[in-house]
């Protein structure tokens, strides 16, 4: 198996209103909530966690919900403006039925580089995509929703928004091993050492930077096996000029943040521990987990945070 360093490990949006995030993610299109946690630089908002039924880098989307009356970001450069995931190669039909019965209006199915994909829109505006993978081998999860066979499989890839392209190039492919497979107009494709994702770069100076908010993604993570090796690679990070964190626990995985040239934050985040850490495999999600420094004040933060059905 491909060394899975610098596969994407998890992307962090912006949400509105919990509820409809909820309903959405995990009623919708068939992810499992594997953890309902809160944000630890913010403990009065929710940190919700969709993935497979383990949680497995590579699959999970993470949101901050900031309710509805939360400040609207708008997208732009500097930032992630495409999630696209997997979906087994004859799945697309049974997904353009599924969101079209919820009243959503998916495209019709197109071509792009050697995909077939249909794209729309989740509740907040976030630019979502499903790819047809022929011999997509990562499981679906069968929720009792969603038939295994149809189910969505994991990221394929991103686009990133930029001014410039250069400077991202250059990080991705002498710090991360991306190298470049696809040009089409101004988006240009990047494909990882182990071949499972892709990072789509679109350079267009014209439109304006994009600004935080519900409906914007907050950043992206990659993956790491070890702390070894991120220790290794923030050091070298600091040597050219990059201006990056410390290392933070973030309980289910080690991260260290910043930001690549053209403003898209960085994460760079481990493998292990993993979200059985503080919970098994079939309670995943069922409960509010607190860190070990936030334990003292669970009253506080469970009065304060709004219900989840």
């Not at 995990?26 to 940190?47: E, I, Q, S």
Request: aromatic share 10%; charged share 25%; with cysteine.
């Amino acid at each position: 198996m491909a060394n899975s360093d610098f596969d994407i490990h998890h992307i962090t949006a912006i949400a509105g209103d919990v509820g409809k995030n909820v309903r959405f993610y995990r009623d919708l299109l068939g992810l499992r909530l594997v953890k309902k946690t809160v944000n630890f630089d913010d403990p009065g908002t929710y940190h919700l966690y969709y993935g497979n039924e383990s949680g497995d880098p590579g699959t999970i989307l993470t949101f901050f919900p900031w309710s509805d009356r939360g400040l609207k970001g708008r997208p732009g450069t500097g930032q992630v403006t495409g999630i696209a995931f997997a979906v087994p190669e004859n799945a697309l039909d049974f997904w353009s039925g599924r969101l079209g019965e919820a009243g959503l209006s998916p495209s019709e199915p197109y071509r792009r580089f050697e995909e077939t994909l249909i794209c729309f829109e989740d509740p907040d505006g976030i630019s979502l995509e499903l790819v047809a993978v022929p011999g997509e081998q990562r499981p679906g999860w069968d929720n009792g929703k969603i038939p295994a066979e149809m189910a969505i499989r994991g990221f394929y890839g991103v686009a990133m928004s930029l001014p410039f392209t250069d400077g991202a190039e250059s990080l991705l492919a002498e710090r991360l091993g991306y190298r470049v497979t696809g040009e089409s107009a101004n988006r240009r494709r990047m494909l990882s050492p182990s071949g499972q994702t892709r990072v789509d770069l679109i350079a267009d100076s014209r439109i304006p930077r994009g600004s935080m908010g519900v409906g914007a993604v907050h950043h992206i993570a990659w993956r790491i096996g070890d702390a070894g090796g991120q220790s290794a690679l923030r050091e070298k990070l600091l040597e050219i000029g990059y201006q990056v964190s410390p290392v933070m626990d973030r309980n289910y995985f080690q991260s260290i943040y910043f930001r690549e040239p053209g403003g898209v934050l960085f994460e760079i985040a481990t493998d292990p521990p993993g979200f059985t850490v503080d919970e098994p495999l079939e309670a995943l999600g069922k409960n509010l987990r607190l860190p070990p420094w936030l334990e003292s004040r669970r009253r506080e933060i469970e009065d304060h945070l709004p219900k989840i059905d």
